[in-house]
């Protein structure tokens, strides 16, 4: 399964390189490849289009419209056929030559193998910053939130059916393979640099994945504010007694001024700010998991023929049982009309 976003660049590139893994080092399995399109503005539905013509095996999913990073490669594992699949990037980052090492261990009898990153071509900043930031996350998560793993890995049906029936309209990948996986193995291998295009990443997409870990799988920011409330709330009552009791012992020469009050306003209002928009967060991803919204609004399917005819007559077969009943249910309510008439209305 590969989720794309504007990769006009890779998605020809990717596809032959995966279907070279498969046919030459793994032939004694039958395969398919899809791809789930997040609703691209350049030529990579085009493309897709192509090479789903070429080679029936490989299918394609439109989305109606962008949903987002998460919720795009969730669904997308979630339509797969086999007996496991494996989530990869399309833009190389992803060594193609994990496949083989991945389905190894799958046949020793893992579950998932989870794919992590010991080294990486990134920018050195960023990568301490996510390191920093997986250590921070896994010292406050009661999950054993795994480090440098961005979902890249193969996942057994078992657990595929697993993420069919959590039916969570905002599923964090990352942290559900770390809470509920289990016959885990882990490999190593080192993150390449995009072959071509750019980095779909910002700071809001890279903020948006922090804080729905975060509040996914951490109670640590809500009882800090708690907590936090107690400290300054115990630490001004002792400053109050403390400028009360100079100021009656020294009440002609002890003079505070307004420097001390307008710097204690902007302290405090600065961290009720804080606190504030944290626990936003929390009440923004409380609010998503109510509203419950699909989790992707499917445009176009391709290569999906068998299904989607299946999918069809079962449709078909719905529709014409409800006509069914409907006209017998009509035809029973005029039966038991003419007969109450004739009752009324005897010769």
Same mark, same amino acid.
């Given at each position: ?315 078909? @077969?719905?529709?014409? &049982? %409800? /006509?069914? +009943? #409907? *006209? !017998? @249910?009509?035809?029973? &309510? %005029? /039966?038991? +009309? #003419? *007969? !109450? ?7």
């Amino acid at each position: 399964m590969i989720p794309c976003f504007n990769e006009e660049e890779n998605v020809g590139p990717i596809s032959q390189a995966v279907l070279e893994i498969l046919e030459k080092q793994l032939p004694q399995y039958d395969y398919e490849i899809l791809f789930i399109d997040n609703d691209s503005t350049d030529r990579t539905r085009e493309l897709l289009r192509g090479i789903c013509r070429e080679n029936p095996k490989i299918r394609a999913i439109f989305n109606a419209k962008n949903f987002g990073q998460f919720n795009s490669p969730y669904y997308g594992l979630c339509q797969t056929s086999g007996d496991c699949a494996i989530s990869l990037a399309a833009d190389f980052q992803e060594p193609v030559e994990m496949i083989p090492p991945m389905v190894a261990e799958w046949e020793k009898g893992a579950k998932i193998v989870s794919c992590i990153k010991t080294s990486s071509r990134e920018n050195k900043l960023m990568r301490f910053l996510r390191t920093r930031y997986y250590h921070m996350i896994r010292k406050m998560s009661d999950v054993e939130i795994i480090e440098h793993f961005t979902g890249f890995g193969l996942y057994d049906r078992s657990f595929l059916n697993v993420l069919k029936d959590l039916d969570d309209p905002t599923p964090f990948l990352r942290g559900i393979v770390a809470e509920l996986g289990y016959d885990r193995v882990d490999l190593p291998y080192e993150q390449q640099k995009r072959k071509a295009g750019r980095t779909h990443n910002n700071f809001y997409t890279l903020y948006d994945a922090a804080m729905l870990s975060f509040t996914s799988y951490t109670k640590v920011g809500l009882r800090l504010a708690t907590f936090f409330g107690f400290f300054v709330g115990g630490v001004s009552m002792v400053v109050a007694l403390v400028y009360l009791i100079l100021k009656l012992i020294y009440w002609d020469r002890f003079v505070a001024g307004t420097a001390p009050i307008l710097l204690s306003v902007l302290i405090f209002g600065s961290l009720q700010l804080f606190f504030t928009g944290f626990m936003g967060e929390y009440v923004l991803s409380i609010n998503k998991r109510v509203m419950h919204r699909p989790l992707v609004i499917e445009e176009e399917r391709i290569n999906f023929g068998n299904e989607q005819q299946e999918a069809k007559g079962e449709k078909d @077969a719905e529709e014409s &049982a %409800d /006509t069914t +009943a #409907d *006209t !017998a @249910a009509g035809t029973g &309510a %005029d /039966t038991g +009309a #003419d *007969t !109450a008439e004739d009752a009324e209305n005897p010769d």
